[in-house]
């Protein structure tokens, strides 16, 4: 904390449908007490990534605070990745995972302690067809729910549950799935699959229970259950994972997946299309955050 004399905070204003000028305020405060110079970026969804990196090549400052949900942290990492520099992660979207799974608190001052703190972890990220994710991507069932939240209107737990009932509603048939890693081959029909560097979802749902952010694998979480009931579970963050024969789980450095058909397809709580074939494999400490 003593070498803290610049700081960044990048600031996406639309995240989570609240007003962040309150957030501004107290890490401004908390920025002068401390001595720190905070310079203010606010995203507007348009080359933001080339912003970022420019403010960071003119003020190279030691930290980057970053309030926003998941999209915005893998945005501010890869605006900076090949420099040396810590995120500090003020939650603030509608996914929140990384948060949870860096057992982030929900009180802003206790944030603020971490972000400026010395705990400083060196996390993996996770290249899938060269996009980049920070904790969970998947094909399926749960990337079906994304879609249906992006085109809807009601944001929030509310628009979130809404569009958990439509998805399952309107669930496709299962897909067949191909998963080639660790030198064997293994051929299944699912509802979902998950590539996890992490535990859990931003609803709090472990999906992942071996998962572990630093040490160099990432797993594959396939859920061949069929059953309606025990994916709307998932979805809606009610069902811890049970390891039993519908799931099977595979820990990797790298992966090959093919489907028989276009499945929806999600990295990070961002919809990214329907693909057929993902390339995977782990970038091994990619990332230096700020953990408790």
Same mark, same amino acid.
């Not at 904790?135 to 399926?140: F, T």
């Given at each position: 904390?003593?070498?803290?004399?610049?700081?960044?905070?990048?600031?996406?204003?639309?995240?989570?449908? *609240?007003?962040?000028?309150?957030?501004?305020?107290?890490?401004?405060?908390?920025?002068?007490?401390?001595?720190?110079?905070?310079?203010?970026?606010?995203?507007?969804?348009?080359?933001?990534?080339?912003?970022?990196?420019?403010?960071?090549?003119?003020?190279?400052?030691?930290?980057?605070?970053?309030?926003?949900?998941?999209?915005?942290?893998?945005?501010v990492?890869?605006?900076v990745?090949?420099?040396?520099?810590?995120?500090?992660?003020?939650?603030?979207?509608s996914?929140?995972?990384l948060?949870?799974?860096?057992?982030?608190?929900?009180?802003?001052?206790?944030?603020?302690?971490?972000?400026?703190?010395?705990?400083?972890?060196?996390?993996?990220?996770?290249?899938?067809?060269?996009?980049?994710?920070?904790?969970?991507?998947?094909?399926?069932?749960?990337?079906?729910?994304i879609? *249906?939240?992006? *085109?809807?209107?009601?944001?929030?737990?509310?628009?979130?549950?809404?569009?958990?009932?439509?998805?399952?509603?309107?669930?496709?048939?299962?897909?067949?799935?191909?998963?080639?890693?660790?030198?064997?081959?293994?051929?299944?029909?699912?509802?979902?699959?998950?590539?996890?560097?992490?535990?859990?979802y931003?609803?709090?749902?472990t999906? *992942?229970?071996?998962?572990?952010?630093?040490?160099?694998k990432?797993?594959?979480?396939?859920?061949?259950?069929?059953?309606?009931?025990?994916?709307?579970?998932?979805?809606?963050?009610?069902?811890?994972?049970?390891?039993?024969?519908?799931?099977?789980?595979?820990?990797?450095?790298e992966?090959i997946?093919?489907?028989?058909?276009?499945?929806?397809?999600?990295?990070?709580?961002?919809?990214?299309?329907?693909?057929?074939r993902?390339?995977?494999?782990?970038?091994?400490?990619?990332?230096?955050v700020?953990?408790?």
């Amino acid at each position: 904390m003593d070498s803290l004399r610049k700081c960044l905070l990048v600031v996406n204003p639309i995240a989570g449908g *609240n007003d962040k000028t309150e957030l501004i305020g107290i890490t401004k405060l908390y920025a002068e007490e401390k001595g720190v110079e905070l310079v203010l970026f606010e995203t507007t969804g348009k080359d933001d990534e080339r912003a970022i990196h420019q403010l960071y090549k003119e003020h190279k400052p030691e930290r980057i605070l970053v309030a926003g949900g998941d999209g915005t942290i893998k945005m501010v990492a890869e605006a900076v990745e090949h420099h040396d520099v810590i995120i500090g992660v003020l939650p603030a979207g509608s996914a929140n995972g990384l948060s949870v799974d860096l057992k982030l608190s929900v009180d802003l001052k206790e944030n603020l302690d971490i972000a400026f703190g010395d705990s400083v972890m060196e996390m993996d990220m996770v290249s899938i067809n060269g996009k980049k994710s920070l904790h969970l991507s998947d094909i399926g069932a749960n990337a079906e729910l994304i879609r *249906n939240y992006e *085109n809807s209107s009601l944001r929030g737990k509310l628009g979130y549950g809404l569009q958990a009932i439509n998805t399952l509603t309107e669930l496709d048939d299962p897909f067949e799935v191909t998963i080639y890693a660790n030198g064997m081959t293994l051929t299944t029909e699912a509802r979902m699959v998950v590539i996890a560097n992490t535990q859990k979802y931003g609803t709090g749902v472990t999906i *992942n229970p071996i998962g572990v952010m630093d040490d160099g694998k990432f797993e594959i979480v396939i859920l061949k259950s069929l059953n309606i009931f025990l994916i709307g579970k998932i979805l809606t963050g009610n069902m811890p994972l049970d390891t039993d024969e519908d799931v099977e789980i595979i820990s990797t450095q790298e992966a090959i997946i093919t489907t028989n058909k276009p499945v929806s397809f999600q990295i990070d709580g961002e919809y990214c299309g329907e693909e057929e074939r993902l390339e995977i494999k782990i970038l091994h400490r990619q990332m230096r955050v700020a953990i408790p």
